[in-house]
């Protein structure tokens, strides 16, 4: 914790001109957590979790602390000390790693991730620059119980209408909903839901299969909910299942690799 303010007043204090003397990331608590777009010329380019916590002990992901903040630097030319934000108090992100992407189309990423409450489960979270800020920008609604979680499943215009969604399966362990949403109105809204899908077993620091395209349109690669078949999930007036064959982690490799 106190590492995590530390850099945080070293972020209110340092100049936009002048290099960190370190990468605020080579401290990161969460070193896997790195993401970053090469090709980004807007303000973020690069974003990771800090800070461990010990508030949330669900343990979905295999650990026993979940990070507590959220950084976020510039990609070269920009201001390289970046800026950190909290969850929020009884908050932590409950999640792998941010994705970097541009959900609105204004040329800037946005930052998507799972946040989670200790009291009302996770939620999937955006984080964007609005009016030059850095902050919360849209978010679903909690799942509404402790200890009840959501896993990200991919990013992009699903359905080829020119705006892109976020999908992800709501309870992967409990329910196993393929859910697509999209930004509107500082929330993050539904507009698809498919049942009896899975990406994550409980414990495992990584989340299975995610997004291809082998010249279909955007397509995800997903588990059947008992894990006994590979589901590749295409849009044709609303999400469909195209049954893979029998699942394994190879198949679903291959399935990624759109072979």
Known sequence: MLRGLIIALALATASPAVACVVDPFSKSAFPKSLAFDLTSTGQIGRAWFDSPSEIYDHGVLG???????????????GAPCGTLIKAGAGHVFEDIA??????????????????????????????????????????????????????????????????VEVAYIDRPHLLGDL??????DRRLVEIARLPGVTNHRIGDDFILGGLRDCGQGAELVLASKDWARLLVVGWQNGPQAQDAGAYSATAMQAAMACR
């Open 63 to 77: 650990r026993t602390v979940e990070p507590d903040s959220l950084f976020v630097q510039d990609p070269p030319g």
């Open 179 to 184: 859910v697509f949403v999209r930004p509107q």
């Open 98 to 163: 941010p994705r970097l992407a541009d959900l609105d189309g204004d040329g800037e990423n946005e930052v998507i991730v799972v946040r989670s409450s200790v009291t009302k489960g996770a939620q999937l979270a955006v984080y964007g620059i609005v009016d030059g800020n850095f902050g919360l920008i849209a978010a679903t609604d909690y799942i509404g119980q402790k200890n009840r979680w959501l896993a990200p499943a991919g990013i992009a215009d699903f359905d080829g209408d020119g705006r």
